[in-house]
């Protein structure tokens, strides 16, 4: 497993801007693919986005398709989640999750799938 802490959240306008960042410490995370997951009031986590180790293929929930992007830093052990044109329905606890396995063939969108996650990191949009 990895340690991860997230950072970023906060409180924006409908239609504005966040970057979150995640920082991992341990020598795998070249090795793993990285997720972002969300989870708002009353509803079960939900997978937001992933990347792959290299960072050549991601994934995106079609709720955030076109408006969130996913990079990664592989020298500074940190994955980014830029936030656009967010909506009231965005506002969640954020959460990034670290996969093992850097040999599936595509990126997993199962909880089950992460074995290290952050604290958390809330973002709230108001309308």
């Known amino acids: 497993q990895v340690q991860l802490a997230e950072s970023g959240g906060g409180l924006v306008q409908a239609g504005g801007s966040l970057r979150l960042s995640c920082v991992v410490s341990g020598r795998t995370f070249n090795s793993r693919a990285m997720g972002w997951f969300r989870q708002a009031p009353g509803k079960e986590r939900e997978f937001v986005g992933g990347i792959r180790w290299s960072g050549s293929v991601t994934d995106y929930a079609d709720s955030v398709k076109g408006r969130f992007t996913i990079s990664r830093d592989n020298p500074k052990n940190t994955v980014y989640l830029q936030m656009n044109n967010l909506k009231a329905e965005d506002t969640a606890v954020y959460y990034c999750?670290?996969?093992?396995?850097?040999?599936?063939?595509?990126?997993?969108?199962?909880?089950?799938?992460?074995?290290?996650w952050g604290q958390g990191t809330q973002v709230t949009v108001s309308s």
């Open positions: 999750a670290s996969d093992p396995r850097s040999d599936r063939a595509t990126i997993s969108r199962r909880l089950a799938d992460f074995d290290s």
